[in-house]
Every structure is written in structure tokens, then in C-alpha cells.
């Protein structure tokens, strides 16, 4: 599940002495420069463009799009319309959350994927924006027609529910991680037997780092960092301060209490970041079933959109794998020039929170296991592959 075509791969070479990882090697092939394909576009293109060019997060990726152009033209979104793009995002993150624990995580303990997991997230998740903006212009700069389709809005997540229960979650949807021990125990799902095994290998704090959390940032020092990057050293390899961080959801979720209690104990290691993961999924399904009234309050027609002028603009926004921020630069309406930092590249640069969780680890009997460990929970937007020498 973790393979995706047409945009790149990471490499990840490890070198083992006395037993110990002693060296991690790591070549990001992920292709940085496609937003370029909008550049010479009319403003109002580009967030349509941007979403189509990515198979993964492509929901993100659209409503970062859109949101930049927005304040580059100097024409913000209503309430309503921000609304019904958080519920998108929402979506989107429990769609691939619920996806790398249905699919990926069985995978690494050698049992066969919920397949009927996943077909039932993309069913219910993939077009979300069809019940909401019918006529499929959510992307439209200022905002589209809102007619959210509450029955359809119910029942999709209803379906959802149910499969991330028998699934994931065991019978227990309202997983908080305070029992992750009981709940692990009980093996009802892989992602339980994934903890579990954690635990009776004592693998819990596997892959912890002195990598922190990447903390809010300045749009103005970001965007001023963003538009002095000609070369795209810091898009590739970006760092804050002379800092490394990372992001992800146990970047968001660490000082909730169970994730807080985990990493007090045993570090932010790969029990933190799956159960960051799990903590994150089931509160995104809770928001989303909260929501789906109040969105209905929105209904109406779209926005007059204001025209584009010069101008440039930044959104960041949190999505399923870490911190997106996308930065427009418009010119007589008119994109000039168009940049992407995703957060696989803070997450998988030479010296980040991969390259520091997997040194000195001891390798075990089989080392590329605990190493897929790690690479699973950081989770990155494109296919990798692992050699062990």
C-alpha cells in the first residue's frame, strides 16, 4: 500500500556492525518540481491542477492549493466553505490513517491485508466531496456550491464506523489509548497484535529520536525562507532554526494523555507513533460524525470570486503524514511560481527522524523488520525500498 507511481521513491540503505545499525543512508527520489505545471495557468486553474497531480493526499493538496491562492488574490473563503473543507481533510486523514492500518500493518506481521477495510474507506471517502459540493467545484477560489447531503454524509460514515471497528479498532471505536495494553492484549485486529508484539519484544521505544515536533511557524519568516529558495535545497531538505523536526500525527497528538504517558515511559518510539496514529484516527471519525449537522447550516451558493491580482500567498495545513505548505506567487492573475513542502521531506531527509530513530538500533534477528517498523509509522507519500548490508 505504501507504493505509488509516478512520483518517486526513497531509498533507504542500512549498514550493520556488531550487531548495531551503524550507518543509514537514505536518497529521496520523490519528484519535487511537478507544481511547475501550473506556473503560465490562470490562478483560478491551479488548485484543479495541483490536486490531479497527486494520487496521494490529493484533498490536501487541493484545499492547501486552494486556500494560497485565495490569499495571494486577497480574496479569503466564508466560514461555511472552511466548514466543509476541514470535514474534506478530515475525511482524507481517515481515509489513510484507517488505509495503512487495515493494509500495511498486517503486512508487517506477516498476515494477509483487510481488503474489505480499504474498499470500504474508498468507498465511503474518496468522492466525500460529491455530498457536499455537487457540483464538484470545492476547488473553485472563494468557494463553491455548498449543498451538503446529510443522509449521504451519515450514512457514508456510518459505513466507515463500522469497518474501522471490525477492522482496527476491535469493537472499540472510541479508542483513546489509555488501555492500549488491555486492548493490544485481546489481539482482536492486526493493528492490536502490531502493539502487542511491540510490547512482548520490548520494542516500544524502537526508532526514538531526539528529533522534535516541528512547531508553528511564522508564515511570514516561512514564506520569506520559501521565496529565497531558488535552488529547492530547502524544500528538499528543510530544516527551521539550523533544526531538524518532524511531523506527523504524533507530532499533533503528543501531549494528548495516553500518546504523553507512552513517550514518558518508553520515548517517542514506534508504540507513540502507531498509537499516536490509532488516538488521531478515532478523533477524526468522533469530529466528522459532531460536524455533519452544523455543515448542513452552510448551504448556499458560492462566493462572488474576487478577481486575482499580484500578490503572493501561503497555506499550511496539517494532513494525514505531517505539516503541506504551498506558496503561490501571482501575477496579474497570473501563477509565477509555485512551491510545495510536504512533510515526507522533513520526515525522510539524511539526518531526520528516520536517518536518527534507526542509528545505533540494535538490528535483532531481523533487522529490515525493525527497520519497516519505523519507516511504517512515519509513513512516507511515496515507495521506498530497504537494503540491509
Given at each position: 500500500m505504501s507504493g505509488w507511481s509516478g512520483e518517486g521513491s526513497i531509498d533507504i540503505d542500512l549498514v550493520l556492525a556488531a550487531g548495531k545499525i551503524a550507518g543509514v543512508?537514505?536518497?529521496?527520489r520523490r519528484v519535487l518540481g511537478g507544481a511547475a505545471v501550473v506556473v503560465g495557468r490562470r490562478a483560478e486553474e491551479g488548485p484543479g491542477l495541483i490536486s490531479r497531480l497527486f494520487s496521494v493526499c490529493r484533498m490536501a493538496q487541493g484545499v492547501a492549493s486552494v486556500r494560497a491562492v485565495e490569499q495571494a488574490g486577497r480574496a479569503p473563503a466564508a466560514a461555511g466553505q472552511e466548514a466543509a473543507r476541514r470535514m474534506l481533510l478530515l475525511g482524507e486523514m481517515v481515509l489513510?490513517?484507517?488505509?495503512?492500518?487495515?493494509?500495511?500493518w498486517p503486512i508487517l506481521l506477516g498476515e494477509p491485508p483487510a481488503i474489505g477495510a480499504v474498499k470500504a474507506l474508498r468507498g465511503a471517502l474518496t468522492d466525500l466531496h460529491r455530498v457536499i459540493y455537487p457540483e464538484g467545484d470545492w476547488l473553485r477560489p472563494g468557494g463553491g456550491r455548498l449543498a451538503p447531503d446529510l443522509a449521504g454524509l451519515t450514512e457514508r460514515l456510518a459505513a466507515v464506523a463500522e469497518a474501522l471497528g471490525l477492522w482496527v479498532f476491535g469493537g472499540e471505536p472510541d479508542f483513546d489509548g489509555?488501555?492500549?495494553?488491555?486492548?493490544?492484549?485481546?489481539?482482536?485486529?492486526?493493528?492490536?497484535?502490531?502493539?502487542?508484539?511491540l510490547a512482548a519484544e520490548e520494542l516500544e521505544g524502537y526508532g526514538a529520536s531526539e528529533v522534535t515536533p516541528l512547531p508553528e511557524l511564522s508564515e511570514e519568516a516561512l514564506g520569506a525562507r520559501m521565496a529565497a529558495d531558488?535552488?529547492?535545497?530547502?524544500?528538499a531538505s528543510p530544516d527551521w532554526g539550523g533544526l531538524v523536526h518532524q511531523t506527523g500525527p504524533l507530532a499533533r497528538q503528543s501531549t494528548?494523555?495516553?500518546?504523553?504517558?507512552?513517550?514518558?515511559?518508553?520515548?517517542?518510539?514506534?508504540?507513540a507513533h502507531l498509537t499516536a496514529r490509532l488516538v488521531e484516527l478515532a478523533a477524526c471519525l468522533r469530529e466528522m460524525r459532531d460536524s455533519c449537522g452544523s455543515l448542513c447550516d452552510h448551504d448556499g451558493a458560492p462566493a462572488a470570486a474576487a478577481a486575482a491580482a499580484d500578490g503572493c500567498g501561503l497555506a499550511a495545513i496539517e494532513a494525514a503524514r505531517g505539516r503541506l505548505v504551498h506558496r503561490v506567487e501571482l501575477r496579474e492573475g497570473t501563477v509565477a511560481q509555485y512551491q510545495i513542502l510536504a512533510p515526507t521531506e522533513w520526515?525522510?531527509?539524511?539526518d531526520g527522524a528516520l536517518a536518527r530513530g534507526l542509528a545505533g538500533q540494535p538490528g535483532g534477528d531481523d533487522p529490515a523488520w525493525r527497520a519497516r517498523l519505523l519507516v511504517t509509522a512515519l509513513d512516507p507519500c511515496v515507495a521506498y525500498s530497504l537494503r540491509v548490508a
Amino acid at each position: 500500500m505504501s507504493g505509488w507511481s509516478g512520483e518517486g521513491s526513497i531509498d533507504i540503505d542500512l549498514v550493520l556492525a556488531a550487531g548495531k545499525i551503524a550507518g543509514v543512508r537514505i536518497v529521496n527520489r520523490r519528484v519535487l518540481g511537478g507544481a511547475a505545471v501550473v506556473v503560465g495557468r490562470r490562478a483560478e486553474e491551479g488548485p484543479g491542477l495541483i490536486s490531479r497531480l497527486f494520487s496521494v493526499c490529493r484533498m490536501a493538496q487541493g484545499v492547501a492549493s486552494v486556500r494560497a491562492v485565495e490569499q495571494a488574490g486577497r480574496a479569503p473563503a466564508a466560514a461555511g466553505q472552511e466548514a466543509a473543507r476541514r470535514m474534506l481533510l478530515l475525511g482524507e486523514m481517515v481515509l489513510e490513517h484507517g488505509s495503512r492500518a487495515a493494509f500495511d500493518w498486517p503486512i508487517l506481521l506477516g498476515e494477509p491485508p483487510a481488503i474489505g477495510a480499504v474498499k470500504a474507506l474508498r468507498g465511503a471517502l474518496t468522492d466525500l466531496h460529491r455530498v457536499i459540493y455537487p457540483e464538484g467545484d470545492w476547488l473553485r477560489p472563494g468557494g463553491g456550491r455548498l449543498a451538503p447531503d446529510l443522509a449521504g454524509l451519515t450514512e457514508r460514515l456510518a459505513a466507515v464506523a463500522e469497518a474501522l471497528g471490525l477492522w482496527v479498532f476491535g469493537g472499540e471505536p472510541d479508542f483513546d489509548g489509555r488501555e492500549w495494553k488491555r486492548w493490544a492484549g485481546r489481539g482482536r485486529t492486526a493493528a492490536a497484535r502490531l502493539l502487542a508484539r511491540l510490547a512482548a519484544e520490548e520494542l516500544e521505544g524502537y526508532g526514538a529520536s531526539e528529533v522534535t515536533p516541528l512547531p508553528e511557524l511564522s508564515e511570514e519568516a516561512l514564506g520569506a525562507r520559501m521565496a529565497a529558495d531558488r535552488s529547492g535545497s530547502f524544500l528538499a531538505s528543510p530544516d527551521w532554526g539550523g533544526l531538524v523536526h518532524q511531523t506527523g500525527p504524533l507530532a499533533r497528538q503528543s501531549t494528548r494523555p495516553a500518546v504523553a504517558a507512552i513517550i514518558a515511559e518508553y520515548g517517542p518510539g514506534v508504540l507513540a507513533h502507531l498509537t499516536a496514529r490509532l488516538v488521531e484516527l478515532a478523533a477524526c471519525l468522533r469530529e466528522m460524525r459532531d460536524s455533519c449537522g452544523s455543515l448542513c447550516d452552510h448551504d448556499g451558493a458560492p462566493a462572488a470570486a474576487a478577481a486575482a491580482a499580484d500578490g503572493c500567498g501561503l497555506a499550511a495545513i496539517e494532513a494525514a503524514r505531517g505539516r503541506l505548505v504551498h506558496r503561490v506567487e501571482l501575477r496579474e492573475g497570473t501563477v509565477a511560481q509555485y512551491q510545495i513542502l510536504a512533510p515526507t521531506e522533513w520526515n525522510f531527509r539524511s539526518d531526520g527522524a528516520l536517518a536518527r530513530g534507526l542509528a545505533g538500533q540494535p538490528g535483532g534477528d531481523d533487522p529490515a523488520w525493525r527497520a519497516r517498523l519505523l519507516v511504517t509509522a512515519l509513513d512516507p507519500c511515496v515507495a521506498y525500498s530497504l537494503r540491509v548490508a
